[in-house]
């Protein structure tokens, strides 16, 4: 199995509500990682796992909240999220956070609006 | 920042080859040359990668110049599927916090009938 699963794949949401996008891969992989991905941009880094640790958090905002339960899942919980925010949000595994034969896989993103 | 440079789109017959030339002047020692494609509202996937030889997978080949401050992939034959936004990406694989996918703005590559 060398797939990473997002859900959902689409998501709405008002600036008062609470919401989590989810992320799995089965391939064993120890390191995890959010994206953000704005129209015709390219992908931005927000945070990475590491051996189910909070390695890098790229200074996102509190209102996004990162949460590793174990080594195959990776959660994003939203809470008061801005319009602004309205974005594809992208997951990611890979062997381990570093070496040389280390290539990201990613999911197919959720995309994610906030009303 | 991203530190290579690419052209923001090309255009490929099918079946021909596409080169997709990449500028990374300041690459450091250390850091290899990673290349991932975007498909249209699909994850980024990753293609190839190499330090200062020339590599081939089953996807592409990577060509790296000798002072290493650019590289060339070549889709030998490319098909519709192809069509793709390319990233070039350089990455110390052992850079602890420097350790990172820094996208650039790609190449869109768009493969013609």
Redesign the interface.
């Given at each position: 199995d060398t797939e990473v699963t997002q859900t959902p794949k689409h998501l709405v949401m008002g600036m008062t509500n609470k919401k989590s996008l989810k992320c799995e891969q089965h391939m064993g992989h120890r390191a995890m990682y959010w994206y953000k991905q704005k129209a015709k941009k390219p992908p931005e880094l927000m945070f990475v796992y590491s051996y189910e640790k909070l390695s890098i958090n790229e200074s996102v905002p509190s209102r996004f909240s990162p949460e590793c339960p174990n080594s195959s899942l990776l959660n994003l919980h939203l809470h008061a999220l801005q319009p602004e925010d309205s974005a594809l949000y992208l997951c990611a595994s890979s062997q381990d956070r570093q070496g040389r034969n280390n290539e990201q896989f990613f999911g197919p993103g959720t995309r994610l609006t906030v009303l | 920042d991203?530190k290579t440079t690419q052209p923001p789109s090309m255009d490929c017959a099918e079946g021909r080859a596409a080169n997709l030339p990449c500028n990374h002047s300041t690459i450091s020692g250390n850091e290899?040359v990673?290349w991932y494609r975007?498909i249209h509202?699909?994850?980024?996937?990753?293609i190839i990668?190499g330090l200062k030889n020339n590599e081939t997978n089953e996807m592409a080949s990577l060509i790296i110049t000798e002072d290493r401050k650019s590289s060339t992939l070549i889709l030998p034959h490319a098909t519709l599927r192809d069509t793709a936004v390319y990233?070039c990406i350089v990455r110390d694989?052992?850079?602890?916090?420097t350790?990172?996918?820094?996208?650039?703005?790609?190449t869109l590559l768009a493969v013609q009938p």
């Open positions: - | 991203a290899y990673y975007q509202s699909q994850g980024p996937q990753y990668h990233y694989p052992y850079g602890g916090a350790n990172k996918l820094i996208f650039g703005t790609g």
